[in-house]
């Protein structure tokens, strides 16, 4: 990790960091390099996330390198440049020393100027291998910003802490439980389909839990047509939108006695009901876990409005998912 002391100095700041300011999506690209990079960053930062209109997965506002102490309270800062440049310099250090001629450098440090704040900061030997060396860290920077994004919704949407009492009443019911922040409610009209969802109003939001007494193979067109036969069933006949849906394969941890991680199939596309005109995004995760298969889903309605916040703070939800083995479920 950089000095604190070096980067206290170089910006001037006060022991007493202040919290951290602007959109928790929005990276802030610190550099003297704009339009060599540009269409670059935007092919690493802004890929469309459908819900269901295109929505940039990040937003990106560019600064000169001679601007970073304006900046420098900003959730995400991304600073590019090479170690020719003076504040890349003063800020390395000793950190350039290793940077061959031909190489590349990503460091990653969390709150050095604000609270709740993720600084990036990617140099290179020389201005020619910026996009080269941008490319070849393209998913290391994506998922670190993805990671830090959503650790930020986790912050605001349990800043005001979650509903004890309807985690108690699920775990003691159902025999797992999610922890909702304060406004979900329990439909339990399906419980003996095994089908069971909680909802929220302003915007709409739903998350619903179906498991089955067997395991099912992680695979998405099969899944995505599971998917179809529940909420045909139970969601007054909603149905995805495949060509809009995307998943991967990822390790999920919950908490039972100790913490649990398995392999299970993330989607997260959109979907649509015909009856209602209506749409939105959802995310999903599928998985085996003793012998039993597990769907867990969340899905937004927000008409007019940008609906990816609301889709990462439903995916925040679904990751706190808490499994009681003991409980003989319905």
């Not at 498991?211 to 099912?216: G, I, V, Y």
């Amino acid at each position: 990790m950089l000095a604190a002391v070096c980067l206290t100095k170089i910006l001037s700041c006060s022991p007493q960091l202040p919290t951290a300011i602007g959109p928790i999506r929005e990276v802030v690209l610190v550099t003297d390099y704009h339009d060599l990079i540009d269409s670059t960053a935007q092919k690493i930062l802004q890929n469309s996330i459908y819900t269901p209109q295109p929505e940039p997965e990040f937003l990106i506002r560019y600064e000169p390198l001679s601007r970073l102490k304006a900046v420098a309270s900003f959730h995400i800062i991304l600073l590019v440049g090479t170690a020719n440049d003076d504040i890349i310099q003063q800020l390395c250090g000793e950190r350039l020393q290793g940077l061959d001629k031909d190489t590349f450098k990503l460091l990653a440090i969390s709150e050095p100027w604000a609270k709740n704040q993720k600084v990036l900061i990617f140099v290179t030997q020389k201005e020619s291998l910026l996009v080269n060396g941008l490319n070849k860290f393209s998913a290391r920077l994506r998922l670190t910003l993805q990671q830090y994004a959503l650790a930020q919704m986790h912050r605001l949407t349990y800043q005001r802490g979650y509903n004890r009492r309807l985690k108690e009443k699920l775990l003691g019911k159902y025999g797992w439980a999610f922890n909702f922040p304060y406004g979900f409610r329990l439909v339990d009209k399906y419980e003996l389909d095994k089908f069971i969802y909680l909802v929220t109003h302003n915007p709409d939001r739903s998350v619903f839990v179906y498991f089955e007494q067997k395991t099912r193979p992680l695979l998405k067109e099969l899944l995505l047509s599971l998917r179809d036969s529940l909420t045909q069933q139970f969601y007054e006949g909603d149905f995805v939108v495949k060509e809009l849906c995307q998943a991967d394969t990822v390790r999920f941890q919950f908490f039972t006695a100790e913490t649990v991680a398995v392999s299970a199939l993330k989607i997260r596309g959109v979907w649509q009901n015909q009856n209602l005109v209506a749409g939105g995004p959802f995310v999903a995760y599928c998985f085996n876990y003793q012998n039993r298969f597990y769907f867990l889903d969340g899905m937004a309605f927000n008409p007019g409005k940008y609906k990816l916040d609301n889709l990462n703070q439903l995916d925040v939800i679904l990751q706190t998912f808490e499994l009681k083995l003991s409980h003989s479920q319905p």
